[in-house]
């Protein structure tokens, strides 16, 4: 058992089990704080990307809202304005004019009576014969007219030749629909008031509706090009996102949702779209698919389809993998100064324990070093006085001798026991009870005779003999500032080691 008291362990045996159980024990800190880190962190991500997803949500809805108020704005066309003259009742001179129509600028960005449409070509209308006019050309056009040759439209005005180099392109437009060819040849019949859409003219859509025209029914419409319009749409509500990090939105044309059958006119493979939000704040920028940044499709935001009838076209939100946010970078601050925190006690608290281990080893040593050094005192004093005791000693001259040794011995033993004193009050706290070393001036001379009168018994007993050499600059003349006490003590110390461990 670890926390079992076995008295028989050695040091290095403690030391060791002492590190099995610092390291269990931060092992039972580091594994469940590691686990609650982990989930912690992943629940901060998780939030934050739910943030990012949020932002995609709401704009993926404020886009699907705008598409809707656009085709209610451009319902709200009167039928009258698709043609090029558009009949004004004059009430003053009680007449009824022919002006042109509001819609008959050549320039489709000019404002009209309603908002301009990003990317129109040009307005169009259709009969139920099948025939064709726009409001900027005052005539109908029709295949024939296609054919007329170059020399005969020269002969025009600048102005003239706009307009039906205009008209001229929306109706071949238009004539690539198969959609629209399809409704002509099977009639107009009353739909819904919004417009619809066409999808099959690659790059193009369609919007028409088939309104009323006094007694007949016609396919009125607009015509304009995919990307600027899309562009339009997506741009005007992400610039004023807040992303912290560029965004990449992909719409992609899906043929698989069978929905809108009309839409599977399409050709088979329709391209996707790039919108690049750079950063917050910024216009939007389409891209192509090979300008694309790779990184920028590592972390999926938001995946939704569009609201009929572009309910065939899927927004995919995406950006760069998530940038550390202010409140996980301080999250993981604090999770990194706890972990070293905890390091640093259980290293401190480790060291401690190795310290207080080997405290305990070395007092162990003191005790059995001690109990040695006042046995050997004793054992001398209790035999000189058994034999005085039993009188086996007659000679006073060999009584004396015996006196002398019990005297030192006693001597010994008293020095051994205030070291002891000293050394315990020395690890104590409190240092008011040491005694204080006085130092006084004292010849060198003096010095000497203490050394000798200290050590000559000791000697002589161990057959030693000292030597002493006093060199220069001291001189036996010279005073040395010195405790006498403390230095006697000094010197017997060193004598009684030096004749202990030479022997050993």
């Known amino acids: 058992m670890w926390f079992k008291n076995k008295h028989l362990m050695t040091y290095a045996q403690r030391k060791q089990q002492l590190r099995l159980q610092a390291g269990a024990f931060l092992l039972c800190l580091l594994i469940p704080l590691s686990i609650l880190l982990y989930f912690g962190f992943a ?12 932002q995609a949500r709401s704009l993926l809805s404020q886009i699907d809202r705008q598409m809707f108020k656009r085709r209610l704005l451009s319902s709200s066309l009167p039928v009258e304005a698709f043609n090029y003259y558009q009949p004004v009742y004059n009430p003053l001179t009680e007449e ?48 024939e007219d296609l054919t007329k040759s170059t020399s005969e439209q020269q002969k025009t005005s600048v102005e003239l030749q706009q307009r039906y180099d205009q008209a001229k392109f929306i109706y071949q437009t238009l004539a690539k629909s198969n959609a629209l060819q399809t409704k002509l040849a099977a009639g107009l019949s009353k739909e819904n008031g919004l417009y619809q859409i066409w999808f099959d003219v690659p790059g193009y859509f369609i919007f028409y509706r088939l309104p009323k025209v006094g007694t007949e029914r016609k396919l009125q419409g607009y015509l304009v090009r995919r990307d600027p319009y899309l562009l339009s749409l997506v741009g005007e509500y992400l610039s004023q996102s807040q992303f912290d990090t560029p965004v990449l939105l992909t719409l992609d044309a899906d043929r698989s949702n069978s929905s809108n059958k009309l839409y599977n006119a399409m050709t088979a493979q329709p391209e996707q779209l790039y919108f690049l939000l750079p950063h917050a704040q910024s216009n939007v920028r389409r891209l192509a698919e090979a300008d694309t940044p790779a990184e920028l499709r590592a972390q999926p935001l938001y995946s939704s389809a569009l609201r009929w009838p572009f309910n065939n076209y899927t927004l995919h939100f995406t950006t760069r993998t998530l940038p550390m946010s202010p409140t996980l970078f301080y999250s993981a601050l604090f999770a990194l100064l706890l972990v070293l925190t905890i390091l640093g006690a259980c290293y401190g608290f480790y060291r401690l324990s190795v310290r207080q281990l080997a405290l305990a080893e070395q007092r162990m040593n003191f005790v059995s070093s001690v ?45 051994l026991i205030d070291n002891i004193l000293l ?18 001036y004292a010849p060198v001379a003096m010095l000497a005779d203490i050394i000798r009168s200290k050590t000559s018994t000791l000697l002589e007993k161990q057959d030693f003999h000292l030597n002493m050499v006093i060199e220069a600059p001291l001189s036996e003349e010279l005073d040395v500032l010195v405790d006498q006490d403390a230095f006697a003590q000094v010197v017997i110390n060193i004598v009684e080691n030096t004749v202990k461990f030479f022997r050993a």
């Open 371 to 415: 109990s040695h050094e006042l046995k050997t005192p004793l054992t001398a004093i209790r035999m000189y006085a058994e034999m005085l005791r039993a009188g086996t000693v007659v000679s006073t001259e060999a009584q004396q001798d015996y006196y002398g040794f019990i005297h030192s011995e006693s001597e010994r033993l008293s020095r």
């Open 43 to 54: 629940q901060l991500k998780q939030n934050q990307l739910s943030e990012y997803q949020e």
């Open 423 to 440: 050394l315990t009050r020395l690890n104590q706290e409190d240092h008011t009870g040491l005694p204080q070393v006085k130092p006084d």
């Open 96 to 143: 009824t004019l022919q002006i042109p129509s509001v819609l008959s600028h050549l320039d489709p960005a000019r404002p009209t009576a309603t908002r301009p449409i990003q990317g129109l070509v040009g307005y169009f209308q259709f009969d139920a014969q099948g025939r064709f006019n726009s409001p900027i050309w005052p005539e109908p056009l029709s295949a």
